[in-house]
């Protein structure tokens, strides 16, 4: 069995975007030349989600209005009382982002078959930021023969 890691580097815009990463993850796999296994797709952050699902412009300004309403911004948090914890001067107030990101995935397994991601016709992997804009790293393992 053969297991391929890879970084994935995302920059990403303010507040809440979607990203497809899905050709990325699609490239990794590619270049490891494994035909049956899994993909397994890491987010390395504690304000990011993984989500597999359409991507579809107007479906993703749903999701995002959605996420909005989940956890307002404006909404009074425990965590960002930053008075109150030992934090460094650059701590963002970012409560919201973490209870987001809490109620979605930090991971997602896809099947491989044949050389090729196992999704269906209208799936997609996406890449949630909930605290940008950051650089972020997502971890891509491939497991296989």
């Known amino acids: ?68 309403k989940l956890a307002p911004e404006s909404d009074k948090y425990l965590h960002n009382d930053l008075h109150l914890r030992d934090v460094p001067p650059d701590e963002p107030i970012n409560a919201h982002s973490h209870l987001i990101a809490m109620t979605l995935n930090n991971s997602e397994v896809i099947p491989i078959m044949d050389g090729k991601l196992a999704l269906g016709t209208w799936q997609s992997v996406l ?15 491939v497991t296989g023969r």
């Open 1 to 68: 069995m053969l297991i391929k890691n890879e970084l994935l580097e995302i920059e990403t815009a303010p507040g809440i975007e979607i990203y497809n990463i899905t050709p990325q993850v699609i490239d990794i796999l590619t270049a490891t030349g494994i035909n049956d296994g899994q993909v397994i797709v890491f987010s390395r952050h504690t304000t990011t989600a993984l989500g597999i699902n359409e991507n579809e412009e107007r479906l993703i300004e749903d999701l995002k209005v959605y996420l909005r």
């Open 127 to 141: 890449f949630f930021e909930l605290d940008g804009p950051r650089k972020r790293n997502v971890l891509v393992q």
